[in-house]
C-alpha cells in the first residue's frame, strides 16, 4: 500500500556501471583512503605469512644466532646498550630465578633494589610455573627436570658454544638467542594462518547451518536454535579452555579446531536472520512460485546476497580468534612447545621485561597490534563498501 | 499565474529562487530542486505535487531548515522569506526556536516519526514546555485539549499511550496535535496520508481541513496525488524533476490546466467514473519525456474509445474456483494456549478465462494472503482450489509441479522481487529452462530476449542488473520472467502501487495489451479503486479477511451493495470537477 | 507476563540438558579415560579400576549423566581432584573477589563508553569522529595480554603507585588498593570496542525519522542526543551489557591471574592446568545457569524499556 518515499537523492552509479554488487561495492572500497592503505599492508602481511609458510624466510627461527638477550641494534640504528647485568650471567639468572621460586626464597639479583621485591619474587615463580608447559602436572618429566635443575644446565651448556655468536640483532634476541626478527615473523604466520583457519572454518558451519534453519525454519529450526542456545550458555573463552582443558594435544591444528568448532555461533545467528529476512522477500517467494529446488534457492539464489555478511564476519571472527590464540597460547594451552606464535612470544617477553630486556614484548605485540590494526581498518572499510550495517558483536 | 482571489491575502512565506544541491561520490552534485519560486499567504493551502524526485519534501525540509548541512548546498541567491525575514541567512540556533512554534510539519510514516519510547502525552508536552516554559500541570491540560482537537478517542487515556498501542491513523492525528501545540502559523505536512488507508486518508484530509479552518493557518499539503489535493488545497504547485511546471489555483488547475505534464499527470490516472479502454501514458503529452518504452508493436493509439470490453457475448469456462478456502496464521499467548488469526475466512469465488477478477480492501484485508495461498506460498487452512477443475490443495508437490507454471505471480516491490545478484537474463532464464519452455541454453536465451521485447525492454536489458533499472522497468523484467513460463493464471499483487502515477499507466496498458495477446487470467490484487475499475471485469471486496461484497465491475462501482464497499467509493479522492 | 517468565524456564530445560550432555561428551569421551589423570604419573591397574569405580566412569552412559544431573541439583560436585577443597567451597569463596573488580568495571566502563559515545555521535562522520574510531580500533588490536603487562610493569613495579598483586579480606582495602589498577586496566582494554560499538547503535538511531521529527519540533541538538536518542539506544546497550555479564565473569581471568586475585577466572585457569575436571565442570555448569538467568533477565528489562516489545 506503500508509495515510493521522495528521495532527496537518487542511487549514486557511477556513468557506465553495468555492473554486479561486487565491482559496484569494489568502487566504493577503492574511494576510501584508509581501506586502500590498509588493504596493502594486509597483503604485505599476506606475503610474509606466505613465504614464511614455503619456508623461504624464517624456517631458521629456533636457531640461536645471538648471545642472550642479544640488544636491539635495528640494522645498526640504534647503538646497543648492554644491560646493567652482565650478558653470560643470564641463563645462570633464569636458574636462579627458577631454583628461588622452588625454594620459595626471595633472593633477587643484588642489582635490583626495590622495595617490592618479596612480591616480585613470588610474582616471577609463580609466572616460571606456570609459563614453562614442562612445569605441569601432566608432565611426568617437569617435576624431576625441575629438580635437576635442568634448565639452568641446559642453557648453561649451550653458552659455552655461544663464543661466536651476534653481540645485537636487530630486533635483538631471547632468552636462548634466538633472532627475534625472525621468531616474529615465524609467529605471525603461525598467528595469522590460525586465526584465518579457524575463522574459515567457523564460518563455514555457521553458515550452512545458519541457511538451513533460516530457510527451514520449523523442527530443523528448533534444533538447531537448541544446539546454538547451548553453545551460547556458556561464556566463549570458558568453552575454548575446558576442550583445552581435555585436550591433551598441544599444536596449531587443534588450536585451529577448537576456536573453529565452538566459535560458530555468531555466525549462526547472523546468517540465519539474514535468511529468514530473504525467505520473506519477493525473489524468493517467485522462484517458489516457479518450484524452484529448495536447494538451488539455498545457495543459488540467497546465498550470494548474503554472502557479503559472511565475508565480513570472517574477517571480524580472524581478529577475535587470533586474540583468542594469543591468549591461549600465552596460558600454554596453544601452540606447541616446539612451535611459536605472538602469544607464545608474549609469554617469553613478559618474563624479559622484569629483567628489563622490552624487545621481544615490542616484537610480538607491535606486529600483533599492526595486524590486527590494519585487518580492521581493511573490515571497516569493507563492510562500509558491503554494508554498513552488519554489527560487530556477537 | 497569480490569482485575483489571493492578492487580498498577505504573504506569509514566500520562496524565492531557491535551489538546493546535493554532493555525491562520483558525480557532479544533484540538484534536487531548482530555481523554484512560489508564496504561501496567509489562511491559504497550498499543494506541491509532483512525482519521486520532484523535489517537493526537499522543498519542504529546506523550509523547515532541516536538511544535512553536510550534504545539501543552498546557493545565495535562494531566500526563503519569513515577516520580512530570509531564514536562510538566520544563524541554527534562531531558525530553530522557529520550528515547532511558527511551523511545524508532520510527515509521511507516522510510526516512525514519532518516538516510540516515549508517551504521546511526552512527546506533546516536550514541545509545551520548551516553546512555552509550560508547567508539567498546564501542559498536561492542553495536551488533552490537543488530542481531542484532532479527533483522538479518550483523550486522557491516549496521553499515556506509546505510539506502537495507536493504529496509523491514531498516531498521525497525534502527530497533527504535536504540530499544532504551539499554534504555527505554518503546517508542512509531507504526503501525511499515504501511509495510510483510503477511508483514513479521507478523514485525515477532513481534520486538517477543520483545523485549518478554526485556526486560520496556512498549509502546505505536499503529495504525488492531484485529485487528493483537489480536495483541500487553494493554489497548486505542480513539480517535476526539482522545477516548477506550473502553479495556479486548484479550480484553474483542475479545469484548464496550461502545462502539458500537468495535463499529463490528470489524465494517465484511472478515474472511477470514465473508463477509457487505454490509458494515456506520459508520453503522449510530453515530447521531452523520458525514451520511448512503448515499443511499436503494441500500437493502440490512446483515447481509442468504443473498444468496449467483451462481456457477457458468450461466457468462458472458469478457470479458477475456489470454495471457502481459509488461511489462519497462529500465535502463542500464555503458556499453551495458541490462538488462531484467521487472515482469510471462507473466501469463494471463481474466476473465467481470459477474464480480470480485482480483489479489493484495505490493509490486512488478507487479500495478499489469499493471492500466496492460491498459488501454496502458504498452506491453506481449509476449503477447496479448483484449477482447471482440478483440487491444487490436495496434490502433492511433485504433481503440483506443472501448475506451478500455469499459475504465476507478480508482486508490488519491484525492488525486492528480483534477485539483486541475478542479471535479467539469469533471472528470465531460470524458469524457461526449469519448466522446459525452451530446449537448451540457446534457445532460452532467444526466448527471453524475446519476451523482453513484448514488454518493451531493450536487448541491452539482458545482461543488466536490478538496480540499474526504474521501478517501472523492473516491473516490466517480473512481468517478462512470469509470463515467459506462459501461465494460464496471472496474480497482480499490487503491481502498481509502488509506482508513479505516470509509470503506473504505462504498466497497466501493458497488462491489458498482454492480456489481449495472450489471454491470460488476471487475479489482480489492489487498494486502489480506480486501478481496479480500469482493468477488471469483476471484483471482490474484502475486509479484515472476508469478503464483503462480489459483482462485476460495472455493477459494483454503480450500484454497491454493501456499506463498506460504498464507504471505500466515497473515500476515493475526485480532485475538482470530476463527478463520481 | 508471568506465563513468559514460566515459559522461558521451561525452555532452560533442554538448554541444560544440552550443557550438560556437551560436557558429558567432552570430559568422558573426548578427553580419554579421566581415571588416567586423576591417578597422575604412577599407578596400577588396580587403581584405576579403583578410581573408574569410584568416579562411577565404569557404568553406562546415562547412569553418569544421572550422577551429572544430581551432583547439579544437589550443587555437590565433590571434591577438587587437586586440592580436595570441597567444590562448592571454591566457588563460594571465588565468587566475591571477581565480583569486586567486574561490578565497578562494569558499571564505570559501561558509563564511561555512553557519554564519550554521545560526544562522538554529535560529531559523526567528521574528521574528529574518524580519527577516535581509528584510535579505537588500534587500541582494541593491542593483546589485553601487552595492556596487562605494560601497566603492570610501569605502574605496579616501576611507579609502585599500586601494589603488584595481593588480595585482602577487607572489601575497601581490595577495592582501593588491590583491584585499583585491574579496574583501570579492564577500564582501557573495555572502552574502545565498547565506544565503537554504543556510538554505531546510536548513529542507528540518528538516522531514525523520530529525529527528524524531533528538530522539526524545535528541539535542541542536545535534548534530541541526551534524550530521544540515548533513551532508545539504551535499548541495545542494556541488552548487550546483560548478555555480557557472564562472560566477563570467566573473561577477566588473565586480569585475576596476573594479579593473583582469588578469583573465578584464575580458578579456572589453575584447573584446567591442573586437569581438574570437577572444578571446570561445576564452574561452567554454574556460569551456563547464570548465563540463561541473565539472558532471560536481559529480555524482562528489554520489556522494561521498550514499550514496543510484547512478550508472548
Known sequence: MRQTHDSSVPETIPEKSGNGFWALAWLRFRDDRVGVVSIIFVAAFFIIVFLSALGAVASDWNKEVGIHDAPPDLWGLLTPVPPPEAMGNAAQRVAQTIKTAQHGEALLPSTVVDPLAETLAQLQGERMEGAFPESRVVDPLAETLRELGAEGMVLSAVEEKNAAKRTSLPFGGDRWGRDVLTKTIKGSQISITVGLSAALLATLLGTLLGALAGYYGGRTDDVLNWAYSVFNAIPYLLLILAVAAVLQQRGVMTVILILGLTGWTGVFRLIRAEYLKHRGREYVQAARAFGVPDRRILFLHILPNVSHVALVKVSLLAVGFIKAEVILSFLGFGVAVDEVSWGSMLNDAYQELILGRWWELAAAGGAMALFVTVFSLLTDAMRDALDPKIRETS | MTTSANTAKLTLFSVEQLSVAFRRRWQAPFLAVRELTFTIHEDETVALVGESGSGKSVTALAMMGLLPKDSADIPEVSRIVYQGCDLLRYTDEERRRLRGTDMAMIFQEPMTSLNPVFTIGYQIAEVLRLHKGMSAVASKARCIELLDEVGLPEPRRALARYPSQLSGGQQQRAMIAMALACTPRLLIADEPTTALDVTVQKQIVELLKTLKARHRMSILFISHDLALVGELADRIVVMRHGEMREE????????????????????????????????????????????????????????????????????????????????????????????????????????????????????????????????????????????????????????????????????????????????????????????????????????????????????????????????????????????????????????????????????????????????????????????????????????????????????????????????????????????? | MTAYIIRRLLQMIPTMLGVVLLLFVLFNWVGGDPAYILAGKVFSEAQIANIRYQLGIDRPAYVQIGIFLKQIITADFGASWSTQEPVSDILKTRLGPSLTVLLPLLVLGTLLAIALSLVVARFRRSLTDRMVMIACTVGMSISILVYIIIFQYVFAYRLAWFPIQGWSDSLWTNLTTFAALPILIGLCVGLAPDLRLFRSFMLDEVEQDYVRTARAKGLTEKRILWIHVLRNASIPIVTYVMAALPGLLVGALLIERFFSIPGIGREVLLAVERSDFPVIKAITVYVAIATMFANLAADLIYKAVDPRVELK
Not at chain 2, 484485508?365 to 490443495?393: E, M, Y
Open chain 2, 248 to 580: 495556479g489555483s486548484a479550480d484553474q488547475i483542475f479545469s484548464s490546466p496550461q502545462n502539458r505534464y500537468t495535463q499529463a499527470l490528470l489524465q494517465c490516472r484511472p478515474q472511477l467514473g470514465d473508463v477509457p479502454s487505454r490509458l494515456p501514458v506520459i508520453d503522449d503529452f510530453m515530447v521531452e519525456a523520458t525514451p520511448r518504452q512503448t515499443p511499436a508493436a503494441f500500437g493502440g493509439t490512446p483515447f481509442e474509445k468504443g473498444a468496449k470490453r467483451k462481456q457477457g457475448e458468450g461466457k468462458a469456462p472458469p478457470l479458477l474456483e475456489v470454495d471457502r478456502l481459509r488461511k489462519s496464521f497462529f500465535k502463542r499467548e500464555g503458556l499453551w494456549r495458541r490462538y488462531e488469526i484467521p487472515a482469510v475466512k471462507e473466501a469463494s469465488f471463481t474466476l473465467r478465462r481470459g477474464e480480470t477478477l480485482g480483489i479489493v480492501g484495505e490493509s490486512g484485508s488478507g487479500k495478499t494472503t489469499l493471492g500466496l495461498t492460491l498459488l501454496r506460498l502458504h498452506q491453506a487452512t481449509g476449503g477447496a482450489v479448483h484449477f482447471d477443475g482440478q483440487n491444487i490443495l490436495s496434490l502433492s508437490e511433485e504433481a503440483f509441479m506443472t501448475y506451478r507454471r500455469r499459475m504465476q505471480i507478480v508482486f508490488q516491490n519491484p525492488y525486492a522481487s528480483l534477485n539483486p545478484r541475478f542479471t535479467v537474463g539469469q533471472s528470465l532464464i531460470e524458469p524457461i529452462l526449469l519448466h522446459k519452455m525452451a530446449s537448451g541454453r540457446k534457445a532460452a536465451t532467444s526466448l527471453a530476449f524475446d519476451w523482453l521485447h513484448r514488454v518493451g525492454l531493450d536487448r541491452d536489458a539482458f545482461d543488466k542488473y536490478p538496480h540499474e533499472f526504474s521501478g517501472g522497468q523492473r516491473q516490466r523484467v517480473a512481468l517478462a520472467r512470469a509470463l515467459a513460463v506462459e501461465p494460464e493464471l496471472l496474480i497482480c499483487d499490487e503491481p502498481v502501487s509502488a509506482l508513479d502515477v505516470s509509470v503506473q499507466a504505462q504498466i497497466l496498458n501493458l497488462l491489458k495489451d498482454l492480456q489481449g495477446q495472450l489471454g491470460v487470467s488476471y487475479l489482480f490484487i489492489s487498494h486502489d479503486l480506480a486501478v481496479v475499475r480500469y482493468l477488471c471485469d469483476a471484483v471482490m471486496v474484502m475486509r479484515d479477511g472476508e469478503v464483503v461484497e462480489i459483482n462485476d465491475v460495472d455493477s459494483l462501482y454503480r450500484h454497491p451493495q454493501s456499506v463498506y464497499t460504498q464507504q471505500l467509493l466515497a473515500a476515493v479522492p475526485r480532485g475538482r470537477g470530476q463527478p463520481a
